[in-house]
């Protein structure tokens, strides 16, 4: 690991595996890392491609039973219309690698401070179970292999995407030592939400100004209180006002804002972080690949990164 470098994440098979009916906005992914290549923003001595993550690690957090359905291809078509996807073992692989780019991550992020997985934020998956396009939870995946190898001992898990990080917020609703934090539109999937340990949920409609007014206020307060010494933010896009299944009305420059704003606090506060991508689904891809290339070009600023 090169001191200085932003590190991220992406491998092909995060795209290529999915069925032809589902690559739209699947393919952002495939777009996010070739238009920073495009604009100079990286090079792709800052890609790296992961491998599978060891079954080990993933039984840390997914037990036995479901872990071999995704291995043997027996998930029932309930449970596979749960997920949305078609069951494959390209899809499985897929998911693999995702979770241990994920876990890559944070260990170049302790440190270089930040690192990103242009894929990951699975956070609709449950110990047992996958839900909306989530198989496996990489955050907490990563989270508990963290734990286990003493890497942490605080975690706070960001989840800034529009939809709530109910399989995340179940998995650690018992455990101290990772602190849940989802700001999410109050009437949108799931609709049977979890607890998390803090949950602020917007109203339809919300614009910049109060979703930075209730984003600096409640972080801050989350941050003072518990003092992470490892962050996971999930930087969905689907905030957006032009998202087709938001509901909120913030901008693309206040998505941005929401952004430099995590990382200044994390950077002032020198707290570790890994960052997945999470959600977007406005009808324009460039839209969706803009406003997630974003992240990527705010997280190189603000760490002086190259």
């Known amino acids: 690991m090169s001191s200085g470098r932003l590190n991220i994440a992406y491998d092909p098979v995060y795209v290529h595996p999915l069925p032809e009916g589902h690559r739209f906005p699947m393919i952002k992914y495939e777009l ?12 792709h001595e800052n890609l790296f491609s992961p491998r599978l993550c060891p079954e080990e690690i993933i039984l840390l957090t997914h037990n036995r039973q479901y872990l071999d359905k995704l291995k043997n291809q027996t998930l029932s078509t ?17 998911e693999l690698v995702i979770t241990q780019g994920t876990i890559d991550c944070c260990l170049f992020a302790k440190e270089n401070r930040v690192s990103l997985n242009v894929a990951g934020g699975t ?7 996958g839900e909306g396009f989530c198989l496996l939870n990489d955050f907490a995946v990563a989270a508990n292999y963290l734990l286990k190898n003493k890497i942490a001992n ?23 030592d990772v602190f849940t934090f989802s700001m999410h539109g109050k009437n949108n999937y799931p609709f049977h939400k979890e607890k998390s340990d803090l949950d602020i949920e917007l109203p339809d409609g919300t614009d ?29 896009v689907d905030i957006l006002g032009s998202d087709k299944f ?8 206040g998505c941005r ?50």
């Open 32 to 43: 996010i890392a070739e238009q920073l290549l495009y604009e100079g923003t990286i090079t």
């Open 78 to 94: 309930q449970e596979q219309r749960r997920i949305g996807f078609p069951q494959s073992p390209l899809l499985t692989h897929r």
């Open 123 to 129: 956070h609709h998956a449950y110990a047992d179970r």
């Open 154 to 176: 605080q975690i706070l898990i960001i989840d800034l995407d529009v939809h709530q990080g109910n399989g995340t917020a179940k998995l650690f609703s018992e455990k101290p």
């Open 208 to 236: 910049d100004d109060l979703y930075h007014e209730l984003l600096g206020k409640n972080l801050l307060a989350v941050i003072k209180k518990i003092n992470p010494d490892f962050v996971f933010f999930l930087s969905g």
């Open 246 to 253: 938001g509901k909120l009305k913030v901008s693309m420059e």
């Open 257 to 306: 804002k929401r952004d430099e704003y995590v990382f200044s606090l994390l950077m002032e506060n020198n707290i570790p972080c890994t960052v997945a991508m999470g959600g977007g689904y406005s009808p324009e891809i460039k839209t969706i690949v803009e406003a997630h290339c974003n992240t990527f070009r705010i997280a190189k600023e603000i760490y002086q990164l190259h």
